[in-house]
Nanobody, 118 residues
Framework: QVQLAESGGGLVQAGGSLRLSCAAS????????MGWFRHAPGKEREFVAR????????TYADSVKGRFTISRDNAKKTVYLQMNSLKPEDTAVYYC???????????WGQGTQVTVSS
């Protein structure tokens, strides 16, 4: 089992940048595929980005491709989401998620609020 804690959210103007961090507990972080999701008011939760446990390949939602970058530091048991060229529509609570060996069961963090003003 893994526990996740997000940080780095805040208020930023459109065009600005933020870096989210997700610190994980447990001894097998390197075996978890890690992802970021977001949930905006009045909308369904949506996938943002994923980085696989084996090989580190990444996948992005079309809405963030070219602006967001997901990365991981297995030694620090942390996954990051670098968000550049932020837009007001990026405003949401951002959640970190982990799945062991990329399986169907997912663990979730508590979320961190990102607000982008126009």
């Amino acid at each position: 089992q893994v526990q996740l804690a997000e940080s780095g959210g805040g208020l930023v103007q459109a065009g600005g940048s933020l870096r989210l961090s997700c610190a994980a507990s447990g001894r097998t972080f390197s075996q978890y595929t890690m992802g970021w999701f977001r949930h905006a008011p009045g909308k369904e939760r949506e996938f943002v980005a994923r980085i696989r446990w084996n090989g580190g390949s990444t996948t992005y939602a079309d809405s963030v491709k070219g602006r967001f970058t997901i990365s991981r530091d297995n030694a620090k048991k942390t996954v990051y989401l670098q968000m550049n060229s932020l837009k007001p529509e990026d405003t949401a609570v951002y959640y970190c998620a982990a799945s062991f060996l990329g399986g169907p069961d997912m663990y979730w963090g508590q979320g961190t609020q990102v607000t982008v003003s126009s």
